[in-house]
C-alpha cells in the first residue's frame, strides 16, 4: 500500500517534466541533471588538468618531483608524536595525502551507504551513515588547510617558486586545481549538513523516498572521482 | 494519465537487493583501499631507488594512470550506480567523459611540442 502511493506521489511531481509520459532513462529528472550537471563540471576540471599537461610538458625535465615537494607531514601536532616515535616528519613523501585520499574513499563509502539506507526508507540509518560522510569531509578540507600553508611557508605561492619546486607554473597548478577541488569538498560537506538534518527531521519520509541522498551522494562521489585525477597529475605521475 | 512502468527509478529495494549491495559496495572499498595502498607504495620505492627519475619512469606513469583508469571504473560503476543504468545513460555520460581524457592526454603531447619548439628557438 505504501509503495502504490508512493509511485503515485513520483507521477504528480515528475509528469509534467517528461513529454512522452516517462523517463527515457527510467531514472528521476533531478537524478539526470544531477549527472549532467556533474559532466559540465568536469569540463571546468579537465580545462585546469589540460593547462596541467600543457605546461607541466612544456616544463620537460625541470618539473619537481611529488616525492620531494609533498616530502613532510605539516600538522604541527602530528610531526611532534612521529618525532617522539623516533620518525623524521620532513621525510615521510606521499604519507600525508595518502591519508587524504583514504578519507575521501572512506567517506565515499558511507556516503553510498546512507544512500542504501535510503531505499530501505530506514531514516536514522542515512543519518548514521551521513554522519561520519560529513566528518571526513571536514578532516579532508583540515589536511589541506596544513599542507596548504606549509607549502606557503616554503615558498611556494601562486606568484614565487619554492627551493624544491623551482617551476612557477607548479605552484600556480597546484593551488588552482587543488583549490577548486577543495571548494567543491567544502560545498559538499554544507549540502551534506543540510542533507543530514532534513532527513532527520523526518523530510524525506514525508516526500516517501530519499531520492535526494542518492543526488547529493552522485555529487559526494563526483568529488572522489576528481580527486583521483587530481592524486594522479600531483602525487604520483 | 496512464503509465505503462514507474516513472521514477528504482527507489526501493527489497531484502535481497539490499544485501547484494552493501556486498558490493564493500567489495569496491577493499579493491579502492588495496590499489591506493599499492599505488603510493610503486611511487615511494621507485622514487627512493631511482633517484635520477631512471629508465623505466614511463612504465611506472603507466601504471599509475591504469591503476587510476580501475579507481575511477569503481567508482563510478559501483558508487555512482552507473553499470546498473540504462546502457544510453551510460553512453551519453562517459562519452563527453571519454573525449575529455583524450584532451588531456593531447595537451600532454602539445606541451611536449611546446617544449621540443622553445629549445630549437634557443638555439639562435
Same mark, same amino acid.
Given at each position: 500500500m505504501a509503495e502504490a502511493t508512493t509511485l503515485h506521489h513520483d507521477q504528480e511531481t515528475d509528469q509534467h517534466l517528461w513529454e512522452g509520459g516517462r523517463s527515457p532513462f527510467k531514472l528521476g529528472y533531478g537524478k539526470i541533471m544531477m549527472w549532467y550537471f556533474l559532466i559540465s563540471d568536469t569540463f571546468t576540471f579537465a580545462s585546469f588538468l589540460i593547462a596541467y599537461a600543457a605546461l607541466r610538458f612544456t616544463a620537460g625535465a625541470a618539473w619537481p618531483k611529488p616525492a620531494e615537494v609533498f616530502?613532510?607531514?605539516?600538522?604541527?601536532?602530528?610531526?611532534?608524536? =612521529?618525532? $617522539? #616515535?623516533? +620518525?623524521?616528519?620532513?621525510h615521510l613523501p606521499l604519507v600525508y595525502v595518502s591519508f587524504m585520499t583514504f578519507l575521501l574513499i572512506v567517506s565515499s563509502y558511507t556516503m553510498v551507504r546512507a544512500v542504501q539506507e535510503g531505499y530501505r526508507m530506514n531514516k536514522w540509518g542515512v543519518v548514521k551513515f551521513l554522519f561520519p560522510t560529513i566528518l571526513c569531509g571536514i578532516g579532508f578540507v583540515a589536511c589541506q588547510y596544513y599542507e596548504w600553508?606549509?607549502? +606557503?611557508?616554503?615558498?611556494? *605561492?601562486?606568484?614565487?617558486?619554492?627551493?624544491?619546486? $623551482?617551476? #612557477?607554473?607548479?605552484?600556480? =597548478?597546484?593551488?588552482? +586545481? *587543488?583549490?577548486? %577541488?577543495? @571548494?567543491?569538498? *567544502?560545498?559538499?560537506?554544507? @549540502? &551534506?549538513?543540510? @542533507?543530514? /538534518?532534513?532527513?532527520? &527531521?523526518? $523530510?524525506?519520509?514525508? /516526500?516517501?523516498?530519499?531520492?535526494?541522498?542518492? $543526488? #547529493?551522494? #552522485?555529487?559526494? %562521489?563526483?568529488?572522489?572521482l576528481v580527486w583521483v585525477y587530481v592524486f594522479l597529475c600531483f602525487y604520483l605521475l | 494519465m496512464d503509465f505503462e512502468e514507474p516513472v521514477q527509478g528504482h527507489l526501493h529495494w527489497t531484502d535481497g537487493e539490499y544485501s547484494d549491495g552493501r556486498k558490493e559496495v564493500l567489495k569496491t572499498i577493499v579493491v579502492l583501499s588495496v590499489v591506493t595502498v599499492v599505488e603510493v607504495g610503486i611511487a615511494i620505492s621507485y622514487d627512493t631507488f631511482a633517484k635520477d627519475g631512471g629508465k623505466y619512469r614511463w612504465f611506472i606513469s603507466l601504471l599509475m594512470a591504469v591503476f587510476s583508469v580501475v579507481k575511477v571504473i569503481y567508482i563510478m560503476g559501483t558508487f555512482m550506480h552507473l553499470k546498473h543504468e540504462k546502457k544510453m545513460f551510460i553512453l551519453s555520460v562517459l562519452l563527453p567523459f571519454l573525449f575529455l581524457i583524450w584532451a588531456i592526454i593531447a595537451f600532454a603531447f602539445e606541451g611536449a611540442s611546446w617544449n621540443y619548439m622553445r629549445s630549437w628557438l634557443n638555439a639562435f
Open positions: 616530502a613532510s607531514v605539516p600538522v604541527p601536532a602530528v610531526a611532534k608524536i =612521529l618525532e $617522539k #616515535l623516533g +620518525i623524521n616528519p620532513e600553508s606549509h607549502l +606557503i611557508h616554503s615558498g611556494m *605561492t601562486a606568484t614565487t617558486a619554492s627551493a624544491t619546486t $623551482k617551476v #612557477l607554473n607548479f605552484g600556480q =597548478l597546484f593551488f588552482v +586545481i *587543488t583549490g577548486f %577541488h577543495g @571548494l567543491h569538498v *567544502t560545498g559538499g560537506v554544507v @549540502l &551534506n549538513i543540510w @542533507l543530514m /538534518v532534513s532527513a532527520a &527531521n523526518g $523530510k524525506f519520509d514525508k /516526500v516517501g523516498h530519499y531520492e535526494m541522498v542518492e $543526488k #547529493l551522494g #552522485l555529487y559526494w %562521489h563526483f568529488v572522489d | -
